[in-house]
């Protein structure tokens, strides 16, 4: 009988509006036997979103508490709020034997690299920057100043594909391949760390 694989972290990064979240939900929906990882932010809360569920809404004087006392596995600044993933429910799953899902930033995806080489990173990637506009657009949450900022750090971070295991196209209307693509990434890199099995 084969040895089970030992428990991945998977770490789900690309730029603002690419389908991030999206994916996850799918992935969640489908009754994916993953934790995902519900990451603190000082960011006002979207219409639709729950607090505990889609992120844990905290203000700045309790984010700064989580820093103060090393609560955070890795924590960054993006369009001037702060973002950052509680260690306890990355170490406390993984203990558990269970596949953990991170979504963060680039920088987040540097920091979680360094102190869990054996991180499996995906990187979602959109069909062009002229869609990703589109996309941002249609959440009409940005001023043209910001619209503007998140597609020049989208172009950045699109230059550092090279950096990731695996990238994922989320082409408009095809979510479902895309939600396929990560289940076969994740179902691959298992097959591939299961330790051999061994005869008595």
Do not use: C, W
Request: hydrophobic share 40%.
């Amino acid at each position: 009988m084969p040895l089970s694989a030992p428990p991945l972290l998977i770490v789900l990064s690309g730029p603002s509006a690419v389908g991030k979240d999206s994916i996850l939900e799918v992935l969640k929906a489908r009754g994916a036997p993953f934790h995902f990882v519900v990451t603190a932010t000082t960011r006002p809360k979207r219409e639709g979103e729950r607090d505990g569920i889609d992120y844990l809404f905290v203000d700045e004087d309790a984010f700064g508490t989580l820093m103060e006392k090393d609560e955070l596995l890795e924590h960054a600044t993006v369009y001037e709020h702060h973002y950052g993933v509680p260690k306890e429910q990355v170490y406390k799953p993984l203990a558990e034997g269970r596949d953990v899902v991170v979504r963060t930033d680039i920088q987040g995806v540097r920091n979680i690299k360094k102190a869990f080489p054996e991180a499996i990173t995906i990187f979602v990637a959109p069909p062009s920057l002229k869609e990703l506009e589109n996309r941002m657009r249609e959440r009409g949450a940005n001023s043209e100043e910001q619209l503007a900022l998140r597609l020049a750090v989208a172009q950045g971070e699109l230059a550092s594909l090279s950096n990731f295991d695996h990238v994922v196209l989320n082409d408009s209307d095809r979510l479902d391949e895309a939600v396929a693509e990560v289940e076969a990434i994740i179902a691959s890199e298992k097959r591939r760390r299961r330790p051999a099995s061994t005869s008595s």
